[in-house]
């Protein structure tokens, strides 16, 4: 079983300031996902990312992928209230189903 | 629309009753996933299918509930006797096999059990 963590669980910060959030595993993924969730919808994916050490930038958004393939970061510069959501990780493997972290859920301010 | 479509949206039962979700997947995909998901939790997973091969149940996944895929296209998550602890966010998502796992969602079905 492929247990995925991820941390902070709970985020509250102003508009404009920077955040990291980390997913982190056990086990090596062939690729991983991050999602966003807004209340009442279902999990919007973002970006994959399959090689080590990877980075892939979504406007405001890097996704990192770990050296090893077990752990992931999203850092979000100059966070704005529409980022307020539930940023879930999920990990795949080709032969096997995708498990998701228990997410961290991130409130912006104005 | 070419995305997952899950159906219905919204469902009310009363404890015991019988209900049946349906889930119609992007169409190329050959694997369907049903998750559940409760208030400030992430998706748990349920169970999955390759085509109409399901290749694997959770153990969250009772002797009550049971998931179909007839034909390899539309899949069908049926809840028997429901109870009040079935009340959850239901969610469907398909993909396609390979390298890049990337799962997309439906809108989700919301159950609640009264």
């Known amino acids: 079983t492929q247990l995925l963590e991820q941390s902070p669980q709970f985020l509250s910060i102003q508009e404009g300031e920077n955040l990291t959030v980390y997913c982190n595993s056990s086990?090596?993924?062939?690729?991983l996902q991050w999602y966003r969730q807004e209340p009442g919808e279902g999990p919007v994916l973002l970006v994959t990312?399959?090689?080590?050490?990877e980075v892939k930038k979504l406007k405001r958004l890097t996704f990192q992928f770990g050296d090893a393939r077990k752990d992931s970061s999203l850092h979000i510069t100059a966070a704005q209230p529409g980022d307020t959501g539930l940023y879930l990780c999920?990990?795949?493997?080709?032969?096997?189903?995708?498990?998701f972290g228990a997410g961290t859920r991130l409130t912006v301010k104005p | 629309d070419t995305g997952v479509s899950q159906d219905p949206r919204h469902k009310i039962t009363k404890r015991g009753q019988n209900v049946t979700f349906r889930c119609d997947p992007i169409s190329e995909h050959n694997r369907l996933y049903w998750y559940r998901q409760t208030l400030g939790q992430g998706p748990e997973f349920l169970t999955y299918?390759?085509?109409?091969?399901?290749?694997?149940k959770s153990r969250l996944l009772s002797d009550r509930f049971s998931a179909e895929r007839p034909k390899g296209s539309f899949s069908t998550l049926e809840i028997q006797r429901t109870e009040q602890g079935d009340s959850a966010m239901y969610l469907c998502a398909s993909s396609w096999t390979g390298v890049l796992t990337e799962a997309f969602f439906g809108q989700g079905t919301r159950l609640t059990v009264v």
């Open positions: 299918f390759q085509n109409e091969a399901q290749l694997e």
């Open positions: 999920a990990g795949g493997d080709n032969n096997n189903d995708m498990r």
């Open positions: 990312v399959v090689t080590g050490g």
């Open positions: 086990s090596v993924f062939s690729s």
